[in-house]
C-alpha cells in the first residue's frame, strides 16, 4: 500500500500544477512591475511579496471556494465548455498528459519479456523516496544554517550595549563587523557596528538610520522570513531565487525613496552606503534588513539622479484592478463551473427524488413510491409509501433504513416489514431493476423514476384529531359487535384512527386484556367460550376528540359491562412475572423520530407475527404490554428507556408463545444454521433488552358472571 502511495502520480501532478501556477502568477507580477517602473518602489515590492506567497497558497483554496459559494446558490452557473477547457488547461496543463503517459498497471514478467521501457510501481515509489530523501536534505541544510547565523546574531543582540531609542526603536550597539542592520520581527531593534559613527559624518550617519528605521516602519524583516519559508519548502525551483531577488532589490529602492522624500541629501546619503559597504559586511539572512541588498552601482546612480517616483494614476490603478479581479476570479470560476458540473450529474443521475413501481401478490398488486432525500451529514434517507394500503389515515409510511447507493447499486430495508431491496440503476439513470425480499418471498421489481407528470399521487392523512380532554370521561356513542367469519385464518388487529376504534378477530379474553391490560393468568373463574369465540367490533365514544390509551381502556371496560353483562371483582396475588431490562452493552434499538401526539397514544406502528415483531415509534411499556402477550405471564417494564423507539425482532417460536393469541397452526421448528435464535436470546443480541424470570404482586381479575355479546 505505501509503494503504490509513493508511486501514484497524483501527488506529482499537484505538485507540478502549483509550481506552474506559482511561476505564471510570478511572471504577471513580474509584468507588472515593468509597466510601474517608474512608479513607487514600494508598490512593486508589494508585488513580489504576493509572487512570494503565492507559493504558500495553492490555487485549490480559492476554486475550493468557489464550489462552497455553487452549493449556496439556488440555481447552479450554466457550464460553459469552452471556458472550462481553456481554463482547465491555463490551472493544470500537466494533469492530462501525465495520466495519458503513466502506465495503468505493469507486471514485472511483462517488463522482463518484452523489454518494455515503462517502470513498475515500486521504481516508481523508489525514485518518489530519494527524491524526497534530496529534497529533505536540502530543506535541512538551509535551516540549519539560517538557524545557525540567527543564533550567531541573537547572541550578538543580547550582548549588545543600548545607545539611545529612535522612534521609539532600540538602537544598539555590537562589536560585530556587520552593516547596521534591523534584528526581529515582533519586537524588532537596529543593531550598528561599533565604531560606526567615526566612519560617517553626522549627515551619513543620519541617512542611514533613516533608512533602518524605513525597514522597520515596512516590516521588511516579517517579509524576508516568509520568503525563507518559501525557500525552505521550494529550494529547488530558480523561479524562487528569482522572486528573492526582486524583493531585495526593491526594498531597498523604497528605503530609499522614503529617504530621499525626507529632504536629506543625495549625496550624503549615496556617500554613507558606500563608506557601509566599504567597512563592513553584509547580514548574513535575509530577514535582518540592512542597507545593501542591490546593484550597489545602480542603486547609487538612481540616488545621485534624485529620480521622483511617481504615483499610481488612473491607467494604473485600473490595470492594478484588473490583475487583482483576474487572479481572484478565475480559480473562483474554476470551483463554480466544476461545482455546477457536478451538482447537475448529481440531480440529473443521481438516486435522490422519487422513485416508483408495483408489486406482486396474491391480495393483487400493490403500488410502492420510494423518496430519497439527504439528511444534513449527507447521509441518504429513505421513506417508503404503500398506497394501495391507504386508509382513511392516508397511504401507510414506513422510514427506510440500511439505505445505500455505491456504483449505481442501491439498496434500502424495511424492518418494520421485514423486506428489502436490491437493484441497480439503467445507464439512463431513469430505472432502477431489482429483487424485493419480503413475506411473500423473492420477486421482481422495477422502479422508474418519478417526473412531475408520471409521479402517482400520494393520499394524505387528514389533520390530527385533537386529543381529547385528559379529564373526560367518555361513553360510548355507537359500538357494533358481530361474530368473525369462520374459517378464516385472520390475525387479531386493533386500529385505532382519531376518535373509532376498530377490532377484528377478538375473543372476549382478549378484550379484557386490553381493557384491564391483564394476561391470561391474571383472569380466572372464565366462562369456556371467552377464549374461542371471536368478534369484529367497531367502538366511537361520545366525546369529541382523540381518547388516550387510558380512555380507551375505560371505554372498552364500559362495553363489557353493558354489552358483555360482565360482572367481576378484582383480588391481588403474587404469579410469576417477567422483568425486562436492559442488557450489558446498552440498547441497540434506534431513537425513533416520530414523536408521540402530546405524549399520549400508541406507536406509529407495530406488526406482530409468529417469530416476528417490527414497531416504529413504540415506548417500552408497550413493548412489555405486547411481550405479556406472547408469554402466558405478566411482564414488568424495569428499563428506564424513554422516548419511543424503531426496532426489529426475529425469533424461533416455541410451543409456549401466542397461547391463543394467532389462528392457524404453529409454523415448524427450524434446526437450520440461519434460523433465528429463541427469544430470550434475540431480545439480547438484536434489541439489547433482557428478561428475568421473577415474581410481582398482580391484580387478578374474577369473574362473577358474563354473557355473550347482545345485539346491535
Known sequence: MIF??????????????????????????WLLNFALQRNQAQTRHRLWVLASVKFLIPLSLLISAGGWLQARMHTPV????????????????????????????????????TGSTAVPAQSYAWLTISLLGVWACGTLMLLMGWIRRWNHLRRAVRSATP??????????????????????????????????????????????????????????NL???????????????????????????????????????????????????????????????????????????????????????????LGRKLLLLTAAILVVVLPVGVGLVHAAGQMMITRGNGIEGSWQGTLSGPMGDRRMVVQINKDDSGGLIGTVFMLDGSGPMGAPRFKASDVSFVDNEFKFSLA??????????????????????????TQRLLLARATPDTAWALPQAPPRMKPMAADANPGIEVAT??????????MKGIRVGGNRMTMSNMTLQDLIMFAYDLEPKQIVNAPSWYSSDTYDIEIQPDQPGAPSKEQWNSILQKLLADRFQLKK?????????YILTVAKGGPKMTKSDVQALDGRGGPEGAMMRQGAFNAQAMSMADFADALRRIFDRPVVDQTGLTGLWDFNLKWTPDET?????????????????????????????????KLDSGKAQVPVLVFDSVEKPSAN
Open 569 to 577: 371483582h378484582t383480588e391481588q396475588r403474587e404469579l410469576p412475572a
Open 223 to 313: 517579509f524576508g522570513m516568509i520568503h525563507m519559508a518559501v525557500e525552505a519548502l521550494f529550494w529547488f525551483f530558480p523561479v524562487v531565487w528569482w522572486v528573492r531577488q526582486g524583493l531585495l532589490e526593491e526594498r531597498e529602492r523604497a528605503c530609499d525613496e522614503a529617504v530621499l522624500d525626507s529632504r536629506r541629501e543625495a549625496v550624503v546619503y549615496a556617500e554613507g552606503i558606500i563608506n557601509v559597504c566599504k567597512f563592513y559586511v553584509e547580514a548574513p539572512i535575509s530577514c535582518v534588513s540592512g542597507v545593501t541588498g542591490s546593484d550597489l552601482k545602480k542603486r547609487i546612480v538612481r540616488i545621485m539622479e534624485e529620480q521622483v517616483a511617481r504615483k499610481l494614476d
Open 4 to 29: 503504490s502511495a509513493l508511486g501514484s502520480a497524483h501527488w506529482t501532478i499537484a505538485l507540478i500544477n502549483h509550481l506552474w501556477q506559482s511561476t505564471a502568477f510570478a511572471a504577471g507580477c
Open 657 to 689: 408463545q401466542f397461547a391463543g393469541m394467532m389462528k392457524g397452526p404453529m409454523p415448524p421448528s427450524d434446526d437450520s444454521a440461519d434460523a433465528p435464535p429463541p427469544l430470550f436470546t434475540a431480545l439480547q443480541e438484536q434489541l439489547g433488552l
Open 163 to 220: 545607545l539611545f531609542t529612535l522612534s521609539g526603536v532600540q538602537v544598539l550597539v555590537t562589536p560585530l563587523h556587520m552593516e547596521p542592520g534591523v534584528f526581529g520581527v515582533l519586537h524588532p531593534v537596529i543593531l550598528l557596528p561599533q565604531g560606526i559613527r567615526e566612519r560617517l559624518s553626522s549627515a551619513q550617519f543620519d541617512a542611514i538610520l533613516a533608512h533602518e528605521l524605513c525597514h522597520v516602519r515596512r516590516r521588511d
Open 78 to 113: 450554466a457550464q460553459p465548455a469552452t471556458f472550462s477547457y481553456v481554463v482547465e488547461g491555463l490551472t493544470e496543463p500537466f494533469a492530462a498528459s501525465v495520466h495519458a503517459t503513466r502506465p495503468a498497471a505493469i507486471d514485472a514478467d511483462d517488463v522482463t519479456n
Open 481 to 490: 359487535i358481530k361474530p368473525s367469519k369462520p374459517g378464516a385464518m385472520m
Open 416 to 441: 418494520f416489514q421485514g423486506s428489502s431491496f436490491d437493484g441497480k440503476m439503467a445507464s439512463d439513470h431513469n430505472s432502477i431493476l431489482g429483487s424485493w425480499t419480503g413475506q411473500q418471498g
